[in-house]
């Protein structure tokens, strides 16, 4: 218990670590899925093919690789980022391939009727977007975007492998030391449980407070 207690402050900075990247990552993971998600209805060509590429790599790719590419590949093309840059910007890049396709599914499912009467009403492509298919989309979608985002969340536990201070990284610095495997270990995953409950109860809220009439 006394080993706990002194290894209290090394948990409470990787618990910081955790969140504050996990948090940044999924927002640009979020907005960045969105942007995807458009390209990909794109009438031109191209420009669809590009992203469907990137999405398929997102998705299939596993975020070690990302982290990998980022971090220790980086520097060679000078892009020099420190760990916790680099995880941010990896977990981003990594789940923007996920929330693209279910903000694509989300802008499929929206009826086929709104776009016409917004195209009566004389909006552009982009303002239908804007305005009557995206808030109609992200209702829809509420549920499989907390599941994504807790997915990303327990996914950061791999991020030491770029050195970045968080939770298991901090379970492996405290084990090398005390020797002890169990106790830090189990600490981590109990914070992980807490911090998933979280996330898990907030999406429940959002859900209830944005649900779809007639659901």
């Known amino acids: 218990m006394t080993g706990f207690i002194d290894d209290a402050p090394l948990y409470l900075a990787g618990l910081v670590t955790t969140i504050t990247v996990s948090v940044s990552g999924i ?31 997102a998705r299939g790719a596993p975020l070690a690789l990302v982290l990998f590419l980022l971090y220790y590949g980086g520097p060679q093309f000078g892009l020099l980022l420190s760990p916790y840059v680099a995880g941010i910007v990896g977990l981003g890049v ?17 009826p086929k009727g709104e776009r016409e009467a917004a195209d009566m009403l004389g909006l552009t492509r982009g303002q239908c977007l804007l305005h009557v298919e995206l808030p109609q989309a992200l209702r829809l979608t509420l549920p499989p975007c907390m599941g994504q985002a807790i997915a990303l969340l327990k996914e950061s536990a791999v991020l030491s492998v770029i050195t970045l201070g968080e939770l298991t990284k901090v379970a492996g610095t405290i084990s090398s030391i005390t020797f002890a495997v169990v106790t830090p270990y189990l600490t981590i995953a109990l914070l992980y449980w807490a911090l998933v409950e979280i996330l898990s109860r907030l999406g429940r809220v ?10």
């Open 206 to 215: 959002l859900e209830r407070r944005f649900a779809v009439k007639g659901s």
């Open 27 to 57: 927002a640009i993971a979020f907005l960045l899925g969105i942007v995807l998600a458009a390209a990909l209805r794109s009438r031109v060509r191209p420009t669809s093919l590009v992203v469907r590429a990137y999405v398929e790599f």
């Open 94 to 110: 990594y789940g923007a391939g996920p929330f693209a396709e279910i903000f694509r599914a989300g802008l499929n499912a929206v």
